[in-house]
């Protein structure tokens, strides 16, 4: 029952009619709207929460892209796809599943709250019954998914306080090019590798890499405030708005010379998108005083 497809016709017999809100809803669980919510906290509310919830969702993005590749199994067949839907690479566990139970299982330990709680689990419960829904999973999936999500939040909760101390006695930049390495070694590997079906490495490896150097560069030459200049909540909303069009634009603009069909090229992309909004757009929203 875990893997037939058999239980996608009894969601769409159950729940008819609701294939395009299940495509919005899957959305929020889409790695776009991930680096989104992670930009608008960096900039204008808890750098150092938001940075940490970055780490959280890395670690969760390479776990799931290696475990697809290791594991290796066939999404759904593509006459169960809804209509509007092609999802890449390999089928188990769920990204948008674990995505989902990671960050905003993130939010529920940290903001500690009912309603957090509240909205955690159903926002990840939808966004992963979405995708057996939409027809590009199997129930077994979802499951995998979000156990491997939850594993992570709970090993970055309780490893969080010894891990800061052991940490403590390295360089702040040491401990990001390390970060660096690791993402420049993964997709040193992934070229090596036969890709999963319609998808690279290249945008994991090149915002890991990055989010690395740019977190560097911002800690030795920018130190901004999420504070608003003189007060003014105005400033801090344009900040976000420009800042999310700048780094978009830079992710779109660039895809015509550096497409995403090849890795090193998407590779460079992504970094240069990182390296925008982590860096980049701050030090120009500092000396313009947003």
Not at 119 to 135: D, K, M
Not at 137 to 164: C, M, N, Q, S, T
Not at 228 to 237: E, Y
Request: proline content about 6%; cysteine-free.
């Amino acid at each position: 029952m875990l893997f037939d497809p058999g239980i996608i016709d009894v969601l769409r017999d159950a729940l008819p009619g609701l294939g395009d809100f299940f495509l919005l809803v899957t959305q929020i669980g889409s790695e776009l709207f991930y680096v989104v919510l992670l930009l608008v906290g960096y900039w204008a509310f808890n750098k150092r929460e938001s940075i940490i919830l970055t780490y959280v969702l890395i670690v969760s993005i390479l776990s799931n892209y290696w475990l697809k590749v290791i594991i290796a199994a066939e999404r759904p067949p593509t006459s169960y796809w809804f209509p509007g839907t092609n999802p890449p690479n390999y089928s188990t566990p769920s990204g948008h599943s674990q995505f989902s139970a990671s960050l905003y299982g993130w939010f529920a330990v940290r903001i500690k709250t009912w309603w957090m709680a509240l909205l955690a689990v159903v926002l990840t419960f939808l966004i992963g019954f979405s995708r057996i829904y939409l027809g590009v999973h199997y129930l077994g999936d979802v499951l995998i998914g979000w156990g491997v999500g939850i594993l992570i939040v709970i090993a970055f909760y309780y490893l969080e306080k010894p891990a800061r101390e052991f940490f403590s006695q390295y360089k702040f930049e040491h401990l990001l090019l390390s970060v660096f390495i690791i993402g420049l070694l993964m997709t040193v590997i992934a070229a090596l590798l036969p890709p999963p079906p319609n998808d690279n490495f290249g945008a994991l490896g090149g915002l890991t890499m990055g989010l690395a150097l740019g977190l560097v560069l911002e800690n030795k030459f920018v130190r901004f405030s999420v504070e608003a200049p003189n007060g003014q909540k105005w400033r801090l909303v344009l900040r976000v708005v420009i800042g999310l069009v700048l780094v978009i634009g830079v992710m779109i603009g660039l895809s015509p010379i550096l497409p995403s069909e090849d890795l090193l090229l998407r590779t460079v992309r992504y970094f240069l998108t990182a390296i925008t909004g982590i860096f980049v757009w701050p030090v120009i929203f500092k000396k313009i005083n947003l």
